[in-house]
């Protein structure tokens, strides 16, 4: 079957898990890491139960802190 994920087509095995997929695609820091499957979220806790489909998109969101020291700085002048 054909999914998307981060915006690259790929062929993957029937059943393969959200679990799997994120092994396969040797993701950093996976605790961190929020995944949305066709624009929704996918909560931490239901993670294991997924089996991915035929046309789904999926995508890693990794959130970034900072930058606000620095905006402090720059608008205190």
């Known amino acids: 079957m054909t999914i998307t994920v981060s915006g690259n087509k790929k062929e993957v095995a029937e059943g393969l898990t959200l679990p799997q997929l994120i092994e396969a695609e040797k993701v950093e820091t996976p605790q961190y890491v929020t995944?949305?499957?066709?624009?929704?979220?996918?909560?931490?806790?239901?993670?294991?139960?997924?089996?991915?489909?035929?046309?789904?998109?999926?995508?890693?969101?990794?959130?970034?802190?900072?930058?606000?020291?620095?905006?402090?700085?720059?608008?205190?002048?």
């Open 35 to 77: 995944v949305s499957i066709n624009e929704e979220f996918i909560q931490k806790d239901a993670e294991a139960d997924v089996v991915l489909k035929d046309g789904d998109v999926v995508e890693f969101l990794y959130f970034m802190g900072g930058g606000a020291d620095s905006f402090v700085a720059n608008s205190a002048r």
